[in-house]
């Protein structure tokens, strides 16, 4: 089933806790619990759960190894790019995207745009170049500017070609 044909459904009985016995359909009258069941979804949780208390255990453990104080910075730092900058970026790029392009073409804006950010976004400590030393050329050999530029206008071009691939198709079918 396409996303198209999910969305011309309508509401779902389940949602309006229409259908009695769905163990999936919120129960309006115990909401706070309704969510808890069933059980083997607990089993999802636990690997994370467990990754964060070793990471915890590791971080705590490491001693005078990581500074605790300049991991706290950079830990709540990043918190704060990710929810004043990164996110409103994302929604207004959202927002002007459905306002914008067809249907059809969104979802290759949305991994174009997704991709070309996370690359960004790893390339970034090599691009500012902490650590670079004039007397050891082979640091960063590369043009890392430049070439970070190539690549996001490639996966940039061909979400262009997606996106319009995918309008074209859309309208020869209807």
Same mark, same amino acid.
């Given at each position: 089933?396409?996303?198209?044909?999910?969305?011309?459904?309508?509401? =779902? =009985?389940?949602?309006?806790?229409?259908?009695?016995?769905?163990?999936?359909?919120?129960?309006?009258?115990?909401?706070?619990?309704?969510?808890?069941?069933?059980?083997?979804?607990?089993?999802?949780?636990?690997?994370?759960?467990?990754?964060?208390?070793? &990471?915890a255990y590791g971080l705590?453990?490491?001693?005078?190894?990581?500074?605790?104080?300049?991991?706290?910075?950079?830990?709540?730092?990043?918190?704060?790019?990710?929810?004043?900058?990164?996110?409103?970026?994302?929604?207004?790029?959202?927002?002007?995207?459905?306002?914008?392009?067809?249907?059809?073409?969104?979802?290759?804006?949305?991994?174009?745009?997704?991709?070309? &950010?996370?690359?960004?976004?790893?390339?970034?400590?090599?691009?500012?170049?902490?650590?670079?030393?004039? &007397?050891?050329?082979?640091?960063?050999?590369?043009?890392?500017?430049?070439?970070?530029?190539?690549?996001?206008?490639?996966?940039?071009?061909?979400?262009?070609?997606?996106?319009?691939?995918?309008?074209?198709?859309?309208?020869?079918?209807?």
């Amino acid at each position: 089933m396409s996303l198209a044909d999910e969305s011309a459904r309508g509401l =779902d =009985d389940r949602a309006a806790g229409l259908v009695p016995g769905d163990p999936y359909a919120s129960d309006p009258a115990r909401p706070a619990t309704s969510a808890r069941g069933p059980w083997w979804r607990w089993l999802f949780v636990l690997p994370g759960l467990l990754a964060v208390g070793y &990471g915890a255990y590791g971080l705590l453990g490491a001693g005078d190894r990581v500074p605790l104080s300049a991991w706290g910075t950079w830990f709540v730092g990043s918190a704060l790019l990710h929810d004043l900058l990164i996110a409103p970026v994302w929604i207004g790029l959202g927002w002007l995207a459905a306002r914008l392009l067809p249907r059809p073409a969104r979802p290759a804006a949305v991994v174009g745009v997704a991709v070309a &950010g996370v690359l960004t976004l790893v390339a970034l400590p090599f691009l500012l170049g902490p650590g670079a030393s004039a &007397g050891n050329p082979s640091f960063l050999p590369h043009e890392i500017g430049r070439n970070l530029v190539l690549i996001d206008v490639a996966v940039l071009a061909a979400a262009a070609v997606w996106g319009t691939v995918a309008t074209v198709r859309a309208r020869r079918a209807a």
